[in-house]
């Protein structure tokens, strides 16, 4: 089958734990992308998180495009945004408050990718810039404590938000229905590709909701078990070039 796009996850799937792209890895996506296949960056990094890694695989123009912010934003390589979801003023003072009151440790993430660790904070950021928009929530923990702390959020906040473990001490609070996989689909819409026709790659939690979507899902040898347990298949691991394989087996 020939697919026409391909999604990958940055951290934990195209990157090694060096935070570095394999010579593999570049090699493989500049052949599928020669081929044709379109290659979408999926990361929960803000844009400057991410560009750098674009730039190494040679994505440029107008016609190419990363999904990032978790799902929040899609944006092409000019710098056109065609798609962003934020969350509202009110809903994060709520959340602050409820933040503070069961000491969870949190950063606010604006439409800049600016971290801002109080409403005060970010108060004074968005009255100077009235244009910024909340964008999402970084929650930290230990690992010992991170289960309790989802648990949490899980009770309270399911109905309205959609909670997700990124690493072993973090957490990411979105508005409901935004994440990788919805992000995805827009996409894939205004591509005019069907999702069949697509292949994800990813290692974490917030890979799920797109891994869920596609033709075809591929766990990273390194991929949580939540993740390993969904895919139609498992690559190696990210330090072995896992993503490089996936291309040389199903897409080229």
Known sequence: MTYKLMAIDIDGTLLNDEQKITPKNIQMIQAAMHKGTKIVLCTGRDYQGAISNANRLGLKGSDEY?????????????????????????????????FTVHKIRFDLID?????????????????????????????TTNEEDLAETAALLHVNYDQSYFTVQTSATELELFPKGINKGTA???????????LADVVAVGDMDNDIPMLK???????????????KKICDIETADNNHSGVAKVISDYVL
């Not at 990363?66 to 979801?85: E, L, P």
């Not at 995805?184 to 069907?194: E, K, S």
């Open 111 to 139: 439409s800049e990718g600016v971290h801002s660790t109080s409403y005060q904070t970010w108060a004074k950021r968005s009255a100077k810039n009235p244009d910024l928009k909340i964008i999402k929530f970084l929650l």
């Open 66 to 98: 990363m999904i990032y912010f978790g799902g929040s934003r899609i944006q092409n390589f000019d710098g056109k945004v065609i798609y962003q979801k934020t969350l509202a003023e009110t809903d994060a003072i709520e959340l602050i408050n409820f």
């Open 184 to 194: 995805l689909t827009y996409l894939a819409n205004y591509l005019q590709i069907d």
């Open 213 to 227: 979507r596609v033709g075809l899902s591929v766990a990273m040898g390194n991929a949580i078990i939540a993740v």
